[in-house]
């Protein structure tokens, strides 16, 4: 067993929206949001422990001006088709809340080598008319029984801008086949604190079951978990065929000095043990802006599961 691994405290510091993938290779590979917001970076380690350690490697630099230019959150790093693409979110300097969300894909083997080219925003289906025509971010792709879906975050009009999740089928690593479908939208109160948010999208397949967290509420000590569920046979396309939790799966822990945990995404260590990677602060005053104070670090979780079949997430 390895026991290098240590949960629930700073793993590495300072990287906030924190994605680890394990590669067919069996090599790790992290990225994350960087500080200055400015750019995209990998990591490559043989261990997931690796990672911490493993030099940082600059793969793509925001622009100087126009789109993708400022705020360059959240990349997620998956292998499609044989391929490594890059999703992330950016926006223009002159108008630095007009996040949307853009792909990258490497023309050789190796993405820590690259090259890289850009190609461009995430398209929308042909019959949807809707999509990433305002403020979207946290892209995530997963797979379930022979078709790619696409799940971001998106806000929409309704008096006050809310942040709502919603998935669509993929044509390719760069288009979406189908027009979106409203997954999810900030219902209970702990999904409305600050702002009403709900973003950060994350699935894991376990036991027939379609499990996707997601981070509700404003970035700074509030922020926290929530749980989408679907049987791995529905139809992924009917907001019926989810279930969300009535209550944060996890949250703020002062005993532990772990604040506003979210924004994860799940892995496993070299012994199979599903494991959750998440980011979260230490400390509860927080200087200027929660959005950009850099000490949210990214953690690692052991998850469990439960006599049901569900995850089970616990600072224990």
């Not at 994860?264 to 980011?279: L, P």
Request: aromatic content about 14%.
């Amino acid at each position: 067993m390895d026991n290098s691994l240590r949960f629930n405290e700073p793993w590495i510091l300072q990287r906030a929206d924190p994605y680890v993938c394990r590669h067919t290779d069996g090599k790790y590979y992290f990225t994350a949001s960087l500080p200055e917001y400015d750019g995209i970076a990998l990591r490559r380690a043989d261990t997931l422990d690796g990672l911490r350690e493993a030099p940082e490697v600059r793969i793509w630099n925001k622009h100087e001006s126009g789109i993708m230019s400022f705020h360059i959150w959240a990349p997620e790093l998956h292998f499609l088709d044989g391929k490594w693409y890059v999703y992330f979110a950016g926006s223009d300097k002159d108008d630095i809340w007009a996040l949307r969300p853009y792909v990258l894909e490497c023309q050789g083997e190796d993405p820590l080598q690259g090259p890289w080219i850009e190609k461009g925003m995430m398209q929308r289906a042909d019959n949807d008319a809707f999509s990433f025509t305002d403020f979207s971010l946290d892209a995530t792709v997963f797979e379930n029984g022979g078709e790619r879906y696409f799940v971001w975050a998106e806000k929409v009009s309704v008096g006050k801008k809310i942040s709502n999740l919603y998935i669509a089928k993929m044509e390719s690593p760069w288009k979406l086949a189908t027009a979106q479908v409203l997954l999810a939208t900030p219902c209970y109160d702990w999904e409305r604190i600050g702002f009403w948010v709900n973003e950060g999208p994350f699935a894991i397949k376990r036991n027939g079951k379609i499990y996707i967290t997601y981070s509700a509420s404003e970035t700074g000590i509030d922020y926290c978990v929530g749980l989408l569920t679907a049987d791995e046979n529905a139809d992924l396309l009917d907001p019926e065929s989810w279930k969300k939790s009535r209550y944060p799966v996890l949250r703020s822990d002062p005993s532990r000095k772990i604040y506003g945990p979210g924004h994860n995404c799940f892995t496993v260590d070299e012994e199979g043990r599903d494991i959750m990677v998440y980011h979260a602060r230490t400390e509860t005053e927080i200087v200027g802006d929660p959005l950009y104070n850099p000490n949210r670090h990214a953690m690692l979780m052991e998850v469990k599961w439960g006599e049901d079949g569900a995850p089970v997430f616990s600072y224990d």
